[in-house]
Each structure stands twice: as C-alpha cells, then as structure tokens.
C-alpha cells in the first residue's frame, strides 16, 4: 500500500474516532456576581464516557465546591448508547471576564467559555439565598444545591509556594505568621465535600390560565446516599376538599459525584384538584424513614418541604371540565326506524379524556321532550394513571322511550370541555335526529261494492233504452252460506298459534338479553380482576425497585420472577428466560444478563458493577405497554356493549 493510502486510511479512522466521542462545556448563566456560584455542565459521551473530568485548570480563578454525574442510556440501531452529564458547581475568586479553559476528559476536550464577574452587591435578588452551617468540628460550611463543601477552599498557589511567603505576609511577625500558617494547614484538611443525607423538595408545573378542576402536577424529588429502608415513607398533608391523585412513578436512578459517591433519586408523581376559585396554601408534605448508609448504618431522616401558594382564577365557562384532549362517539342499539308507542332506542356515549378523572366530567343536562321520555345513566367508568398523567374512560347511556304517535325530533346535544392546551373552550356535538311513531293499525281497506251481509249478491244493472234508472235485480249465490260456528275453532287455532308464537319469541329474547348481561357481568369482572392485578404489580415494583437500590441481585431476581407471574399470569413465568420470552424487549436481554453477572459476582464475592437503575427503566417502558394494551382492550368492550 502506497503512503498516500496509508496516511489516507489513518485520516479516516482518526475522523471516525472522533466522531463517536464526544465533550460539550455550557455555563448555567454568562454573568454573575462575586461571591455567586455558577454551574458547568459537561456533556460526555462515546469512548471517554466512563472516564472523569480534569477540573485542575479550573483552580486558578474558580474554587470547585462540588459535582455530581447523571448517566443516561439510549438503544438505537441495535446497540446501546450511554451519555453522561456533569455538573461542577464553581465560585469565582475574582471580578473581570474569566476564562474557563477547555476541560479534558480522556484524550477528548471541551472548547472553552467565557464568564463576565461583576462586583458583588448587598442586595439579594429572587429567592436565591446562599446559607451556612455548622459542621460538627465548628467549621463553616455553605449549602450549594444540597450538596455542601468547606468554604475555605484551597489557599496554595498555582506555582506551588507556600502562602505565608507571600508579600502581604511579608510584615506579619514570625509569630503571626505561623499562627496563619497553621490556621491555613488546618483548612487544607477541611476541604473534602460533604454530601447531605437526603434532601426533599417539591415541584409544580401548573397549566396557564389556572381555574377550577385543572390538573395540578405535583412531584417529590427525594434525594439520598446508601439505601432506604422498607418502613421509609411519604405522608401528603390534609387536603379537606381537595383531590390527591397519585400517578405512576418513574423508575428512581442514581448520580455519581466526582468523589465516586453515589446519590440516588426517587420521584413521586400527583395531580392535585381543587373545585372551588380562591388563593390556596399546599401544606408541606413529609418524609419519615431510615436511611442505611454504605457502613451498614441506619440513620433516621425526617424532611419536610415547603407550602406552596397559587392561585385559581374563576372558571371561564360552567361546567369547564378542563382536559387535554377529550373524544367521544356514539351508537344506538338500533334504528330510529319502524316505531310505534312504548319502543325505546338506546343512545350509548364512549368518552375518551386526558387529564380529568371520569368523575368530574359533567354532563350537559336532557333535553325535554313532550311524549318521550328520556333517562341517562353511566354504564361504566375507568381511570388508568401513568407517570405523565391521567386517561379516563367513560360510557354513557341514554334511553329514549316513545309515548305517542308522531314526529319527534332529537334536538342537537353538545359536550363543552376547556382545551387547556389551547387555552379555549371546545365542544364535541351530538347532531340533531328525527324519529317517525306510527299510529297502531293505520292500514286503510279498499273500497268494494259487494255487499256480504248475507248470502246474495246484489248487481246493479241498466236496462237498454232506460237513461238514468237502475233495476235492482237478486241473484242467488252459488256459494254455500256460512256457518258462523265452522268460523270459530279456525280463529280460535290461529290465535293459540301467534301467542306461543309470541311466547316462544320473548323466550328467546329474554334468553339472549341473560347471556349478554352475563357476558357483560363477566367482562366487569375481568376489568375488576385488571385493576386488582394493576395494583399488586405496583406494589411488587416498588419493592423491586427498594431492592435494586439496596444493590441486592440475589433478592431483587426472586422478586423480578414474582413481578413476571403477576404480569403475565397462568404462562408459568419461573425463570429469566420466561421473562425474555413474553416481554419481548431487545434491551431487556442486555439488562438480565447484566444481572445474571452480578448474581455470579455475588457468588465469587467479587466487585460488579450492576446497572440496576437500567433494569427499572426497561420494566417501566414493559409496564406502560401493558397498561396502553389493557385501556385499548377496556375502550373496545365499552364500545360493544
């Protein structure tokens, strides 16, 4: 091969390398004031992803107080992709316009930034506030974050010399000096951050226009070292009227610090209602539970977070029933066709909405109609929770009962519901119907000129020659007189005829009226049986998920195989690979074996890393899957019946 091709070829796999690693710098804030602090964050991936940043330039006119790692994995094309973000929390020591140089990780760097400090000022802005306290030696300690660090940072100069060397030392007295030297020593043992034990905060996303009924998004962000004990607990506070609806919870993953601590998050997920306009105060929620750290200590937390108040502005229309999307169809049992006085038609109403439990869905009211009667019922209701939100099912019936003869006509009918994606009241119209009621025995006789009051037949004839003048002339009949009495058994026959005829009839539609209500009825109880499963294997998630925190492969297996059997009951799920096969998840397969390792590792006692934030993520992608799978089938029932 030539030289030409060689340098050619080394060009292209030095272009491929590159391209699949990858480190991208950004600043929280371009401007800031001394003595803030400000957040870096790195983005890396490709080959240097496991590998930490070289923050040591960052010394000369930053002190680093602390960072924190987020791994996020993505399967794409077949292979699977890990990204990692790191947050440095930096203080600048210094006003001007600094220079943050390329940070380098592995044989990869960052391009660099550019931070503006401006003079620090005593007024404080917003909420933000930088607080101190004490550590257990008397040393000062500032809270950045939830993650706390020595604020006497490290005082040795970038060329290694000692600070009492310095010219504003230099007419200290030899006594001062060493008093500050040794004050400083002693601040170079202090500097190791130290990372709380857990921390629990609150946070809102609340829709624009905020009015009655809404949906209100609360989530709990619980944040702590080493594991949680099984009787760890959050309790919410007293609403009064108001609703509390918890949803699915995301599967809780874990930070790594620059130190190699390791912070693991969980989330809580609700949507809160209230119905009535005014300003209201959310009470604090609580955490209670122990907290085991990685000496095998428990430690009890007990956290609090901080009343939020907001405001509901009066509703825009009643009833509102607010929504992010909201559906409906309709079908009559049958045709407004061929009626007469006491029929019924059934109108049957399958509601689809987002957002808004089928509780709280308010119906317009009936029309009303002289000579017919109309009734309306609910059929069946179901809300089914995700992490994101709410879907709710509603099947509404509407009986029309015709009293009387004559045209009648279905005035339109229209659900209005508040889009709160547009901001704008909507409405889904039923349009108007008309129905025709006949009156019984309406069909008219022929006219005919034979008289069949007795045997004879009378014709009217007129002579020739006679203008004007009819002779009525009898002629005898050659058809025998009937017997009144022969006439009686053929009616009487006829008559026992069409009632077993109408006998038989109701039999047989009473019969299958029976066996469609006891299908009806077994459907429901399938759907109870549904929601009964839907709740244990939530149940048996969480302490699957407490488990693979607790790093427990051992457990966390018998509990995954219990997870599979209440998911997919009656397959004989009794191993791993039962899993493989009925979740049919290309990830899942890299997950287990992942897990297989750690329990081989655990057997040898040697040191595994197991990715157990990944198997939650990839059961709780199975789970909506089922749980979308489960509505569908539960919509289509309504539907039909």
Known sequence: MSRKAL??????????????????????????????????????????????????????????????????????????????????????RQTGALNI???????????????????????????????????????????????????????????GSSDANKPEDAALTEEQQAALSENKETRKTTTAPAVPLASFDIEFKEPPHLMPGMPIKVMLHLNHQGSLLPAARIIP????????????????????????????????????????????TLPAFNFVGNVQTEDGNAQTASLSTAPHNFNLQEAAASPLNPAYDLQMDASWNQPLTN??????????????????????????????????????GIAS??????????????????????????????????????NINTSAMDNLPLPAQTADVQTPGAATASDQNTDTTSGAITTRLAPPGVDGQTTEIPLQSNQPTANPSSLLWPA???????????????????????????????????????????ANESEIYEELALLCHANQPKLAKLKLIEWGQCVWPGEGVATLQDIREHAKHPTLNYVLEDLESALIAAEERTPYEWHSDLLLQMLNEIRHRIIRAKTDAMLQFNALT
């Open 7 to 92: 340098l050619f070829a080394s060009g292209i796999w030095m272009f491929s390398a590159s391209a699949f690693a990858e480190v991208t710098a950004e600043l929280a804030q371009s401007n800031v004031r001394l003595g803030e602090t400000v957040t870096l964050t790195l983005m890396v991936s490709g080959a240097v992803v496991d590998q930490p940043p070289q923050l040591a330039s960052l010394n000369r006119d930053f002190d680093v107080l602390g960072s924190r790692a987020n791994s996020v994995f993505r399967y794409a094309n077949n292979s699977m992709q890990k990204t990692t973000r790191w947050q440095v929390q930096l203080k600048p």
């Open 101 to 159: 140089p390329p940070i380098k990780v592995g044989n990869e760097s960052s391009e660099s930034l550019q931070l503006n400090v401006n003079a620090s000022a005593s007024v404080t802005f917003g909420n933000e506030v930088t607080g101190t306290t004490s550590s257990d030696n008397g040393d000062s300690v500032q809270q950045t974050g939830g993650y706390y660090a020595d604020s006497n940072g490290n005082s040795d100069s970038s060329d």
């Open 237 to 280: 506070p007293d609403l009064g009227d108001a609703r509390l609806v918890e949803l699915n919870n995301p599967a809780p993953f874990v930070d790594e610090t620059l130190d190699g601590r390791k912070i693991r998050h969980v989330q809580r997920n609700y949507l809160l209602y209230i119905d009535t306009a005014g300003t209201y």
């Open 339 to 376: 009626l007469k006085p006491g029929d019924r038609r059934e109108r049957t109403l399958n509601i689809k909405i987002s957002g808004l439990p089928s509780a709280s869905l308010q119906l317009p009211p009936l029309p009303q109609i002289d000579g017919v009667t109309i009734d309306q």
């Open 381 to 418: 209701h179901n809300d089914i929770t995700s992490t994101d939100g709410i879907e709710s099912t509603l099947s509404v019936v509407q009986r029309f009962t015709f009293n009387k003869p004559g045209r009648f006509t279905l005035p339109d009918w229209q659900l209005n519901w508040w």
């Open 492 to 534: 009487l026959a006829a008559l026992a005829l069409m009632l077993a005829l109408l006998v038989a009839g109701r039999a047989w539609w009473l019969s299958r009226k029976v066996h469609r209500l006891e299908g009806y009825l077994d459907q429901l109880q399938q759907q109870q049986e549904e929601k009964k499963q839907i």
